[in-house]
């Protein structure tokens, strides 16, 4: 069975930094790309980073690129976000999608965690 647990959220003044954390199991994750992605109330999830599986190259939001960083640890996905802003403001979803390369589509991520609400706010 796959689970996916996001971890690390929390609230944060604006410029200050928090590090997301995904853990999983059930899955081989040289086989899947991770992906992680937001969603605010009204609006359609976003997609704010991923890793490949295909030498761990890494894709990011216009958004967040220069701030977000992800990385791979063993069966761990982290996302390192500095100089936070309030529209950063979200609920924060890690994916995984059943092939090497990495999406934006949240369609083609088959499995998803529960969320961790991310607030930004001083």
């Known amino acids: 069975q796959v689970q996916l647990v996001e971890s690390g959220g929390g609230l944060v003044q604006p410029g200050g930094s928090l590090r997301l954390s995904c853990a999983t199991s059930?899955?081989?994750?040289?086989?899947?790309?991770m992906g992680w992605f937001r969603q605010v109330p009204g609006k359609e999830r976003e997609g704010v980073s991923c890793?490949?599986?295909?030498?761990?190259s890494t894709d990011y939001g216009d958004s967040t690129k220069g701030r977000f960083t992800i990385s791979r640890d063993e069966n761990t996905i982290n996302l390192q976000m500095n100089n936070l802003k309030p529209e950063d403001t979200a609920i924060y979803y890690c994916?995984?999608?059943?092939?090497?390369?990495?999406?934006?589509?949240?369609?083609?991520?088959?499995?998803w965690g529960q969320g961790t609400q991310v607030t930004v706010s001083s």
């Open positions: 890793i490949s599986a295909l030498y761990g």
């Open positions: 994916a995984a999608r059943p092939d090497r390369t990495c999406s934006s589509h949240t369609r083609v991520y088959r499995y």
């Open positions: 059930g899955l081989t994750l040289d086989y899947y790309a």
